[in-house]
């Protein structure tokens, strides 16, 4: 794929070399130009909270003068679809010691005194309603909706889309459960901290015509949702700790909804059957093909929905090659601890981007109104105003990394380009991308819609989305405590204000 135009880098106080093309500082230094115009002509429109105010526009039209909504009027849905009925949850954000299955005890963030916090369910169509309470959380807390395209005003991100929610407040999120599939909860405030301490959750959405996805088999399947988190150096499978044993007749249909709440990836291993990955990050793929004997690289914040009919011998779920934790399904009349697992830290790595039948793309990806290109690395800058050895995007840290402007219904391109030696799992808010190639090799698989892609380092990626959910939304690492040190911009549709803002860049919602 061709290097990245130039004009993306305006206001990143850097020149790139991309793909093999430096940019001139002459080329740059008009471009800045370019940024300085959009910013003047930008004042005025209530947008002060910015730090250093300052958009790039990708190539496309600056700001307009056209009249502002403020993410405060950018509320979900009072009401279910036809048929649908209202899922009302109050989740309570306490600090606990939650007793794990094993009997060790942890010192936990919680919703409602659990780790994880309650699993909310829905059917398509759905009215969900979720009341939080912060009892004792002293830094504030919040509800953000990881990978559900909510209206922006319910993506409970503090200091952009509301204020963070203290010790002895509440705020109401309500929002049409209109996406199918595996999602899931969390904070939004100081998030590095909070979501490791264990507030998080499951999200998970049935077809209007299914039953629900809540573990007991309704039917006669088995749908587990199985959040992987670490808790001092110990994985744990939905609050079980070592392994954990569930019975499934065999002809069961198995449902494997895997969500990885960690900041670093997980290698996950289904032995025992072959199986299909049916969905990824909730959205099912085109016709995914059976596979066995495969390892999983399952990226922080993302999801796989693993499917198979339950054999007649053991299956093994297998989480970073520990063979003696992770889940056990057995068919009837197994005894427990019989099974062996082999060795897995040989086998070979699914690449998703070959996986499943293409099918036709929904927007034409060669003519995107927008082109945006963000470098990954590491390196000395501001961060909340203090001097860090920060992560960084085209040379900056939060807060002062341009924001990305966009209009509705524009098709927009993102390149993304890891320079540094980490992983940076990607993660856009309010709209899946589609992935369109990495390193230049183009996806040949099912289309891949996805909220989290992890760029290895060297590694470039270019994805697309259509701009079809107005508001302003954070675009950052996953890895939390790399956008705790920087690795956060927003990405903001012209005509969006916030009343939120603080000065001290409090928008990024990973602050302190
Ligand atoms: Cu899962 Cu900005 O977050
Ligand atoms: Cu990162």
């Given at each position: 794929m061709v290097a990245p135009a130039a004009e993306e880098s305006a206001g990143a106080g850097v020149a790139l070399a991309l793909g093999g093309r430096l940019i001139s500082r002459r080329r740059f230094l008009g471009w800045t130009g370019g940024a300085a115009a959009v910013t003047a002509a930008g004042a005025g429109t209530g947008l002060s909270f910015l730090p250093t105010e300052s958009v790039t526009v990708g190539g496309g039209a600056g700001r307009s003068s056209r009249s502002a909504v403020s993410v405060a009027d950018l509320r979900g849905s009072g009401s279910p679809a036809p048929g649908g009925t209202v899922r009302r949850q109050m989740l309570t954000a306490k600090k606990a010691t939650v007793r794990l299955a094993s009997g060790r005890e942890i010192d936990a963030w919680t919703y409602n005194g659990e780790v994880p916090g309650p699993a909310i369910t829905a059917s398509q169509g759905d009215l969900i309603e979720v009341r939080l309470r912060n009892v004792?959380?002293?830094?504030?807390?919040?509800?953000?909706?990881?990978?559900?395209?909510?209206?922006?005003?319910?993506?409970?991100?503090?200091?952009?889309?509301?204020?963070?929610?203290?010790?002895?407040?509440?705020?109401?999120?309500?929002?049409?459960?209109?996406?199918?599939?595996?999602?899931?909860?969390?904070?939004h405030h100081a998030s590095h901290i909070g979501v490791h301490k264990g507030l998080y959750g499951t999200l998970v959405v049935t077809p209007h015509d299914e039953p629900r996805a809540d573990g007991h088999a309704a039917a006669?399947?088995?749908?587990?949702?199985?959040?992987?988190?670490?808790?001092?150096?110990?994985?744990?499978?939905?609050?079980?700790?070592?392994?954990?044993?569930?019975?499934?007749?065999?002809?069961?249909?198995?449902?494997?909804?895997?969500?990885?709440?960690?900041?670093?990836?997980?290698?996950?291993?289904?032995?025992?059957?072959?199986?299909?990955?049916?969905?990824?990050?909730?959205?099912?793929?085109?016709?995914?093909?059976?596979?066995?004997?495969?390892?999983?690289?399952?990226?922080?914040?993302?999801?796989?929905?693993?499917?198979?009919?339950?054999?007649?011998?053991?299956?093994?779920?297998?989480?970073?090659?520990?063979?003696?934790?992770?889940?056990?399904?057995?068919?009837?009349?197994?005894?427990?601890?019989?099974?062996?697992?082999?060795?897995?830290?040989?086998?070979?790595?699914?690449?998703?981007?070959?996986?499943?039948?293409?099918?036709?793309?929904?927007?034409?990806?060669?003519?995107?109104?927008?082109?945006?290109?963000?470098?990954?690395?590491?390196?000395?800058?501001?961060?909340?105003?203090?001097?860090?050895?920060?992560?960084?995007?085209?040379?900056?840290?939060?807060?002062?990394?341009?924001?990305?402007?966009?209009?509705?219904?524009?098709?927009?391109?993102?390149?993304?380009?890891?320079?540094?030696?980490?992983?940076?799992?990607?993660?856009?808010?309010?709209?899946?991308?589609?992935?369109?190639?990495?390193?230049?090799?183009?996806?040949t698989g099912s289309p891949l819609w996805v909220d989290t892609f992890d760029v290895r380092p060297g590694e470039t990626w270019e994805v697309a989305f259509r701009a079809t959910n107005p508001g302003i939304w954070m675009n950052h690492c996953h890895n939390l405590p790399h956008a705790d040190q920087g690795m956060m911009l927003r990405l903001r549709y012209d005509g969006v204000t916030t009343p939120f803002g603080g000065s001290h860049g409090e928008g990024a919602g990973h602050g302190h």
């Open positions: 004792d959380i002293e830094d504030g807390v919040t509800l953000h909706w990881h990978g559900y395209d909510v209206p922006c005003g319910e993506d409970g991100v503090p200091g952009l889309t509301q204020p963070a929610v203290g010790p002895g407040e509440e705020f109401v999120y309500r929002f049409r459960a209109d996406q199918v599939g595996t999602y899931w909860y969390h904070t006669d399947q088995l749908d587990l949702a199985l959040p992987v988190h670490t808790f001092n150096g110990t994985v744990v499978i939905a609050g079980g700790d070592g392994r954990t044993e569930h019975p499934a007749p065999p002809g069961t249909p198995v449902r494997l909804r895997l969500i990885n709440t960690d900041s670093d990836p997980h290698r996950i291993v289904l032995a025992g059957t072959p199986f299909r990955v049916a969905a990824v990050d909730g959205r099912d793929l085109n016709q995914p093909g059976e596979v066995r004997d495969v390892g999983l690289r399952l990226p922080a914040g993302g999801r796989y929905d693993l499917v198979f009919r339950m054999p007649d011998t053991p299956v093994a779920l297998v989480v970073d090659d520990d063979r003696d934790g992770g889940l056990r399904l057995r068919p009837h009349g197994e005894v427990p601890g019989q099974a062996r697992v082999e060795d897995t830290s040989a086998l070979p790595e699914l690449d998703l981007l070959g996986y499943g039948v293409p099918a036709g793309a929904p927007f034409d990806i060669r003519n995107a109104d927008r082109h945006f290109t963000m470098v990954l690395d590491r390196g000395l800058a501001l961060v909340d105003g203090r001097p860090a050895y920060a992560q960084t995007v085209n040379g900056r840290a939060h807060p002062s990394i341009p924001d990305q402007l966009v209009v509705q219904g524009d098709i927009v391109r993102f390149t993304v380009v890891n320079r540094s030696l980490e992983t940076h799992p990607w993660h856009l808010h309010g709209h899946p991308v589609l992935i369109l190639s990495r390193d230049g090799t183009p996806s």
